[in-house]
């Protein structure tokens, strides 16, 4: 495998998994900063390193690389790789406008090679548990969700990021509506099973001053679903306490998870409730392994339908989301099977961000597929060089 972009994402997630993951080994990565791709290659093993991708394509039998570089350049990247016949890992988001996401989907399409987008949220476990509960029914029919993920800019970008693109809008393209929204948008749609039929939506910039970015730091995002089923997306940049949550409320019963923080009002990473006649033979097995009754030896004895009530759930942590999706990946490289976070997922997710955006100028609803490609304000798209 190889990665392009030995930034702080490669460092904290994708060298660690792939060194981790028995079906993987890392051939050579690429950094605009030499110094970074030298470091990155004695650090984590590979033989070679690059400054440019177009030759590390070219000179390496890579099977696979993963694009963690700026939003602006993820376009041309990953079109490059999938033209030379590499299968692509890009993070998100995908890419910046719906044109850019879509070029690297029918590339990938046209190439034959797999394209799974970085949206690491749907490889916790808890989030993975609450589609297997949804599916099974537990919460009934969903029809009202929400994701939000508010987390200050100053824990990632003054703490863990390597460079600042973060706060250049016209290399990122936006922050809360697709740094942090990419996730939420993803993880919503992944849960409610449904594709986003059409979005209303504001992103601005109402924390930060404009000489530290340009960037929208609050995003507020409606989506209607093809279902009929409604969602919300919140994210903001400036709220010092990191809040992820995401509330499924079904008509009999409500999911909760969180992935980023655990607080008062989010203690548990998971909780359940459902209003179903289960028995305890009848619990679905992720309820029957984590729920506690309030009275061991009787319980369940004294009631034969059981009570309905909040079950909290504390999934394990091991493996990590980032070694249950590179261990995905590889899976479905070797035994052709499709990524689950597809390259359409990808794109219609950006699609969502621009709908939002473009919903500000019209002033209402903006159905999706978008008709037209959608520029976020500030951003400078890339000449195409493929
Ligand atoms: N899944 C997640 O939760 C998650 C978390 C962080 C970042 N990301 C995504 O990963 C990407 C990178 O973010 P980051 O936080 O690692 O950024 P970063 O600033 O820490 O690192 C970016 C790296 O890319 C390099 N780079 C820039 N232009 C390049 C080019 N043309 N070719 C090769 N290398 C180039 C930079 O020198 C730097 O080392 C972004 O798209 C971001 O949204 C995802």
Known sequence: MGVVGCGSIAEIAH????????EAKLAAVCDVNPAGAEASATKWGAEQWFTDYREMFEKCKLDAVV?????????NQAVAAAKAGIHVVVEKPLAVTNVEAWEIVNACKAAGVKLMVGCDRRFWTHNQWAKELIEAGVIGKLLMSRS????????????????????RCNIAGGA??????AHAIDLLTW??????????GVAKRLAMPETYTLCDDTALVMVEFENGAFGTISCNRFSPAVNQVTELCGTEGTIFTATDATNPFQSWPMAVYTSKPYSVETLPK?????????????????????RNRWVPICPPRSPNNYDRMTAHYLDCIIN????????EDGAR???????????MRTGGWVDLPLKEEVIPPFYEPLPKEV
Not at 149 to 160: A, D, K, M, S, T
Not at 176 to 181: F, L
Not at 191 to 200: D, F, T, Y
Not at 349 to 358: D, F, G, K, R, Y
């Open 15 to 22: 060298f660690p998994s792939i060194a981790r993951c028995k």
């Open 67 to 75: 694009i963690a570089t700026p939003n602006n350049v993820h376009r």
């Open 148 to 167: 939000c993920l508010h987390e200050h800019w100053y824990n990632y970008q003054n703490h863990v990021a390597k460079t600042d693109f973060r706060l």
């Open 176 to 181: 809360a509506i697709n740094d942090t929204g």
């Open 191 to 200: 849960l409610n099973g449904s594709k986003v039929k059409r979005a209303v």
């Open 286 to 306: 992720i309820l029957k392994d984590y729920r506690w009754p309030e009275l061991f030896w009787v319980e369940d004895i004294i009631n034969p339908t059981v």
């Open 336 to 343: 052709d099977k499709p990524p689950l976070v597809s390259g």
């Open 349 to 359: 997710a950006i699609e969502v961000m621009c709908a939002a955006l473009q919903s």
